[in-house]
């Protein structure tokens, strides 16, 4: 509800992204509310009137530690609730990998991304790699996987209509997973703060239909365009 | 034990004591003497966060007119915007929140309310000054150097942090490390002072649960930060190495792994935001009973929950590496214990607000101040919990939310603690009362805007803007026109906020020169420190220490028939 309305979801778990978010929102917004409510009331309520004077409550009696010890009970229940969604959902994002159509590799540096398509093989690292500067394509209602990179220091490949983010670490390959729903040009963005040119390296994700992908990667595949050159 | 450090302690002070004709260097320079060691910390620490308050100005400017000059600074760049940022926020966690809430109010408060006449140690109290103004010096300086300051974030993740050709700021990196490690170095000291001193030199009949919360707050905070700084202190001496001698403790590139300074960096940056959090807690608690006239909720409650968060804070960390390539596993236990932490601290909340309920409520300046840190501090500690759940952490992850989040937590602490304290103590710091009206135009002046710069980026942040981006503009899904408003609003507001800490600083002057003088005990508070004069020789009390009969807090208590006080040294 909440985030659906300020940003598209474009992928398989960006709803379930959604979906915690409000969670999260009502169970500590109830928490959140009544907990003002009451701070609130009683600064009203107790403000200073001439000639009377305060309680005097130690807070070891029964009769006022029962509310606090019961205002416990809804809070451990929420965080539990809270917990179980959250270690599904992060679950199904980073911790499963499931099997998939295509992968693609991405490499960032300073201040650059690059992402080398596997071609019309669809086989990574083969002479008909695609490689682009600045500009994923991927086809909509296809897994695939991304396999991270750097090549200098820490960078963050976060791709906010997708709910996804993760660091990218010189000397590691790390492999995640994504499945487009929708088509259209979105934002990548750096994450993590690498340099001076950290705010200076935007580039796109371009989903497409499949028909509409695979003609691309038909045009921009290494022999297509060694031919168009020859010509 | 505890008798024979007490006594040795007098004997040396009654020889200091001894030469009244001091120099104005030994007096004001050099002292020994805790509160003016109190008052260096305090006014180092203000004068650090007016520079903070100005990066922030600066780059605020950038984010919401980028390409435009900022008045009093011109155009931004790339490399200004990043080193701005870092040092806003090192110098605001480092050299104004520990300063100010740890060793100003450290000092000031723990003698004069436990009844001793100094610390234990007043020499390497003075030493840890020392030792502190010369980290603040050299992360001025680095502003002033070859390639300008350090610009890899306050986190000063490696490698970008350890090679000069990747940062571009190579004696920026260097100065940034050692002023931290030096800054981590005083604060030891200060912290051995704090324990020693809390323990061993209480006046006769202060029993452990008569101490007053504050000075249990910065006790259990002094001993958070000695446990948990050593790692990080080992890691800043490793980062020092790759950076000058050449060895490869986080070059991924010669067997070294960048993720080690991340563990060690939150390993102490989680216990650290508690570090400061706790005296700020612990000045709430004062400022609350004295203007409700009401005995603290549950003392040793209070004191649970906060020896419990300080635990816990300790097996948290790595919720600041979620995504950061660690084992996906661990986020699974990090989540839970993050969200186990909720627990102590809503207890504590819940404390404090029982505590109002059957008060006899005065909102006095302190006392809004006061108020409005449990407030804010609720939305900050709420938001944390959107960013503790892992699943939801993949997508808020270094936005904008998690910027608002940690401000709605270190803003309530640092800026609202130190209001709070500081108008609070003030009569006996400076003998004099502040203005009501002016402390409360300040108030005003200061929290609102303090909302409306923080709760847009929370908005910001839940639609996708990444924190520490130089120009938005090159995003279009960031550059909506709404999103420019409110990037806009945020930065207006902090203007109008800077602007009002003048009336502040006019207040203090003004006060401090010609305020109606203040009485021992203006607010009819309970705690030792009041029954000294306002504001206290050398020694405290030169007439003899103080004798307790009883807790902090028995305001309004059934018995005592002749006010709706009872001070502590007060026979029964
Ligand atoms: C109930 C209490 C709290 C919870 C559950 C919580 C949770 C979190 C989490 C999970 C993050 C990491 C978010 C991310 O980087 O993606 C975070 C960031 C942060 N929190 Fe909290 N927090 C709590 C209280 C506090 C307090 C009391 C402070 C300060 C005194 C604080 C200061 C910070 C800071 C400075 C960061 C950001 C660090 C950075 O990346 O630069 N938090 N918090
Ligand atoms: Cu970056
Ligand atoms: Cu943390």
């Not at chain 1, 790699?129 to 500009?135: L, S």
């Not at chain 1, 259209?184 to 993590?192: K, L, N, S, V, Y």
């Not at chain 2, 563990?263 to 709430?284: C, K, N, R, S, T």
């Amino acid at each position: 509800m909440i985030l659906d309305s300020l940003l598209p979801s474009a992928s398989t778990y960006a709803a379930d992204i959604n979906q915690l978010f409000d969670v999260i929102t009502l169970l500590v917004g109830i928490p959140f509310l009544v907990a003002s409510f009451l701070f609130f009331s009683f600064i009203f309520r107790f403000k200073a009137k001439g000639g009377q004077k305060a309680m005097y409550i130690t807070g070891t009696e029964h009769q006022y530690m029962k509310w606090i010890h019961r205002a416990h009970v809804p809070i451990l229940v929420f965080d539990v609730i809270i917990v179980v969604m959250a270690v599904n959902v992060w679950y199904r994002v980073k911790q499963d990998l499931p099997e998939a159509s295509s992968t693609v590799r991405v490499i960032a540096q300073q201040w650059a991304w690059s992402f080398v398509h596997p071609g019309p093989d669809n086989v990574l690292d083969t002479a008909d790699d695609i490689t682009t500067v600045n500009e994923l394509h991927v086809a909509a209602n296809t897994l695939y996987h991304y396999k991270l990179e750097s090549l200098d220091v820490l960078h963050n490949f976060s791709v906010p209509v997708f709910r996804l983010k993760q660091d990218a670490i010189p000397g590691r390959i790390i492999t995640g997973w994504f499945e487009p729903t929708m088509t259209g040009t979105f934002d990548i963005q750096c994450a993590e703060i690498c340099g001076i040119g950290h705010g200076l390296m935007p580039a796109k994700i371009v989903i497409e239909s499949s028909e509409q992908h695979a003609a691309w990667v038909e045009q921009n595949s290494p022999f297509a365009v060694a031919a168009l050159a020859a010509n | 034990m505890a008798e024979s450090i007490r006594v040795e302690h007098a004997a040396h002070h009654d020889d200091h004591h001894g030469h009244h004709e001091m120099s104005f260097l030994e007096k004001y320079v050099f002292p020994l003497d805790h509160k003016m060691i109190a008052m260096q910390y305090m006014f180092t620490g203000m004068f650090m966060a007016l520079i903070g308050g100005f990066f922030a100005y600066a780059f605020r400017w950038q984010i919401a007119f980028p390409g435009t000059e900022a008045p009093f600074w011109g155009q931004v760049s790339p490399a200004d915007y990043n080193s701005l940022v870092t040092n806003h926020g090192s110098i605001m966690i480092f050299w104004v929140a520990m300063p100010v809430l740890i060793a100003a109010f450290g000092n000031y408060l723990i003698p004069l309310m436990i009844g001793a006449d100094d610390m234990v140690f007043p020499k390497l109290n003075r030493l840890s000054y020392q030792i502190f103004l010369l980290s603040a010096l050299i992360i001025l300086a680095s502003f002033f150097v070859e390639g300008g300051a350090f610009g890899g974030a306050w986190t000063a993740y490696p490698p970008l942090s350890t090679k000069a050709e990747y940062s571009l700021t190579p004696l920026g990196s260097t100065m940034w490390i050692t002023a931290v490690a030096l800054e981590f170095v005083a604060f030891l000291l200060g912290g051995i002072n704090f324990i020693t001193t809390a323990m061993n030199s209480r006046a006769p009949g202060m029993k452990m649960w008569d101490i007053p919360m504050v000075v249990w707050m910065i006790v259990i905070a002094s001993i958070l930060f000695m446990l948990s700084v050593g790692p990080l202190l080992a890691g800043g001496i490793m980062m020092l190495f790759d950076q000058n001698l050449g060895t490869a403790f986080f070059d991924p590139d010669r067997g070294g792994d960048p993720i080690l300074w991340q563990h060690l960096f939150w390993f102490f940056g989680h216990p650290e935001v508690y570090v400061v959090l706790l005296p700020a807690v612990g000045i709430v608690a004062e400022i609350i009973t004295v203007f409700a006239r009401k005995k603290l909720f549950g003392y040793k409650t209070v004191l649970y929950t906060a020896i419990g968060t300080g635990v816990l804070s300790f097996t948290v960390w790595a919720h600041h590496q979620f995504i950061a390539g660690i084992d996906p596993r661990m986020a699974n236990v990090f989540t839970v214990t993050t969200l186990l932490i909720s627990v102590p601290i809503a207890e504590m909340m819940f404390v404090y607000i029982a505590t109002l309920y059957g008060g006899s409520i005065t909102l006095s300046t302190p006392m809004l101040w006061a108020l409005s840190f449990i407030f804010e501090f609720l939305i900050g500690g709420i938001t944390g919990i959107f960013l503790g759940a892992s699943g939801n952490d993949i997508y808020m992850h270094d936005t904008y939310f998690v910027l608002a989040h940690f401000h709605y937590t270190f803003y309530p602490i640092a800026i609202i603690g130190t209001y709070a304290g500081f108008t609070f103590w003030f009569p006996k710091m400076f003998g004099r009362m502040m203005n009501d009206k002016l402390g409360k135009l300040h108030f005003w002046l200061t929290i609102i805007p303090f909302n409306t710069i923080f709760l847009p980026l929370f908005v910001l942040g839940a639609a996708g803007h990444h924190r520490r981006i130089f120009d938005y503009r090159n995003f279009p899904e960031l550059s909506y026109p709404w999103m420019w408003d409110l990037q806009a609003l945020a930065t207006y507001s902090l203007i109008v906020m800077l602007l009002a800490q003048v009336i502040f600083f006019y207040n203090v002057i003004t006060s401090w020169i010609s305020g109606p003088v203040a009485p021992k005990n203006p607010w009819n508070s309970n705690t030792l420190e009041w029954t000294a004069t306002s504001p206290p020789p050398h020694g405290n009390w030169p007439e003899g220490l103080p004798t307790v009969y009883r807790g902090p807090y028995e305001y309004s208590h059934p018995d005592r028939k002749s006010s709706d006080y009872w001070p502590q040294n007060e026979p029964a």
